[in-house]
C-alpha cells in the first residue's frame, strides 16, 4: 500500500532533504523513524527537496508498505510522531491509489520567505535578518514581471540536473506586515534549484536601489544566474502548500 504523510520541520539543524553521505538530511531521519516503527526498510520520496536550512509547514512525501494502515490510521499517525524527533511534525497519514507520487503528481507548490528588521532573538534561523530600508513598491514591481515569464534558468543553480526551465508562476509579491516584518509570496507549477532564494536576493537588489525594474527585466531576458544576485539566505525560506489532484486518496 501507498500512504501519503504531510510534515512539517524545522530545518535549521538539517542538511537539506534529500540523502547524503556524512550528513545529516531530513530524508534520512524519516527514513530511520519510519524503518523503526515498521520494522522494515522504508524509502521515502517527497514533493521537493529543500535546501540545509529551509523550513517546511508542509512538506508531502509517499511510501509504500506491505499492511494496511487503515481504519486505524490516526493511531499510526501517533506512533508516527512519536519516533521522530520534536522538530518533525506529522500531520496526517493517508492512503493514496499506488500509482501517486509525491513529487511528479502535484500540481503546484507555494512558498514564503520571512524578511524581519531588526534583531529578533526568538526567531533565529526562521527570519532573515535585514535592517537596510527597502522600497517595496519597486520590488513589487519586479516581482510582477515574473507572471508573464515562462523561462527562469537566470534564478537556477548551475549545473542542475533538469530538461527545462520553464515554470508557471502565478503569484510573486511582497507584503509589509506592519514595517518590522516583511514576507514574500510565490506559487508555482515547479521551482528550480535555488530559484527562490535566488529571487529573493535579486529583489532586494531592485528593493536597495542597486537594480533597476528594467535591469531586473533584463536579468530574466538574460537567462544568466551570474547576472542575479546573490541567494538569499536559507533562513526564513518556507515552503508552506504542496496541491495535488483530489481524485489520488483512496
Same mark, same amino acid.
Given at each position: *500500500?501507498?500512504?501519503?504523510?504531510? #510534515? ?27 524503518? !523503526? ?9 517527497? /514533493? ?6 529551509? $523550513? ?5 512525501? $509517499? ?7 487503515? =481504519? ?13 524527533? =520534536?522538530?518533525?511534525?506529522? !500531520? ?8 501517486? $507520487? ?16 531588526? +534583531?529578533? @532573538? ?23 514581471? *515574473? ?15 533538469? +530538461? $527545462? %526551465? ?28 535555488? *530559484? ?14 542597486? *537594480? /533597476? ?8 531576458? /538574460?537567462?544568466?544566474?551570474? +547576472? ?9 525560506? %518556507?515552503?508552506?502548500?504542496? +496541491?495535488? @489532484?483530489?481524485? #489520488?486518496?483512496?
Amino acid at each position: *500500500m501507498r500512504y501519503f504523510l504531510d #510534515i512539517a520541520y524545522n530545518g535549521a539543524r538539517y542538511h537539506g532533504w534529500q540523502l547524503q553521505n556524512n550528513a545529516h538530511t531530513l530524508q534520512a531521519e524519516v527514513e530511520e523513524g519510519l524503518g !523503526k516503527l515498521f520494522r522494515q526498510p522504508i524509502r521515502i520520496t517527497g /514533493s521537493g527537496r529543500t535546501d540545509t536550512g529551509v $523550513h517546511a509547514l508542509q512538506q508531502l512525501l $509517499h511510501f509504500d508498505v506491505e499492511q494496511e494502515l487503515e =481504519p486505524a490510521l490516526e493511531e499510526w499517525l501517533y506512533k508516527i510522531n512519536a519516533v521522530l524527533p =520534536p522538530d518533525i511534525w506529522a !500531520k496526517s497519514l493517508r492512503a493514496v491509489k499506488p500509482e501517486v $507520487h509525491a513529487r511528479y503528481s502535484a500540481l503546484s507548490r507555494r512558498y514564503e520567505y520571512h524578511i524581519c528588521r531588526h +534583531k529578533d @532573538p526568538f526567531r533565529q534561523k526562521q527570519v532573515y535578518y535585514f535592517h537596510r530600508p527597502l522600497d517595496v513598491e519597486k520590488m513589487n514591481e519586479a516581482a510582477a514581471l *515574473m507572471l508573464q515569464w515562462e523561462d527562469f534558468e537566470c534564478f537556477s543553480k548551475i549545473h542542475t540536473n533538469v +530538461k $527545462h %526551465f520553464r515554470c508557471h508562476v502565478w503569484e510573486a509579491r511582497w507584503v509589509d506586515r506592519g514595517g518590522e516584518n516583511l514576507v514574500f509570496y510565490v506559487a508555482a507549477n515547479r521551482f528550480l534549484r535555488n *530559484m527562490v532564494r535566488a529571487i529573493v536576493g535579486t529583489l532586494l537588489q531592485v528593493g536597495q536601489g542597486r *537594480m /533597476s525594474v528594467l535591469e531586473f527585466q533584463e536579468v530574466l531576458e /538574460s537567462r544568466d544566474r551570474s +547576472k542575479a544576485g546573490r541567494s538569499a539566505p536559507a533562513d526564513g525560506l %518556507f515552503l508552506v502548500e504542496v +496541491k495535488y @489532484p483530489e481524485d #489520488i486518496y483512496l
